[in-house]
């Protein structure tokens, strides 16, 4: 059985952080491209950022670009979110996602993915 389990979510003001973690079980995941999604109220999923498994490839959403960095450890088989300058439109249900056939190329592209988080919730206050 593949569990993947997000922490870290909560409740911050503007311009304020939080690091968000994916932790893995069930499988060996070293060798998957894993990711962040969000999905806000009343918006489709969207893609945040992904991270190969050796962290040589590594892409963003321009909505976060050098505000979040994505990064793994996979000696413990999580994956990290680290959120700094957060806008209240970032608030969302972040979800992590990882799948062994993924590229860093298609990263992007949810219905690729074959395993799920249960989502964090991240809400920014104005």
């Known amino acids: 059985q593949v569990q993947l389990v997000e922490s870290g979510g909560g409740l911050v003001q503007a311009g304020g952080s939080l690091r968000l973690s994916c932790a893995a079980s069930g499988r060996t995941f070293t060798s998957y491209v894993k990711a962040w999604f969000r999905q806000a109220p009343g918006k489709e999923r969207e893609f945040v950022a992904a991270i190969s498994w050796s962290s040589s490839g590594i892409s963003y959403a321009n909505s976060v670009k050098g505000r979040f960095t994505i990064s793994r450890d996979n000696a413990k088989n999580t994956v990290y979110l680290q959120m700094n300058s957060l806008k209240p439109e970032d608030t969302a249900v972040y979800y992590c996602?990882?799948?062994?056939?993924?590229?860093?190329?298609?990263?992007?592209?949810?219905?690729?993915?074959?395993?799920w988080g249960q989502g964090t919730q991240v809400t920014v206050s104005s």
């Open positions: 996602a990882a799948d062994p056939t993924v590229g860093i190329s298609r990263a992007y592209s949810q219905t690729d993915y074959s395993y």
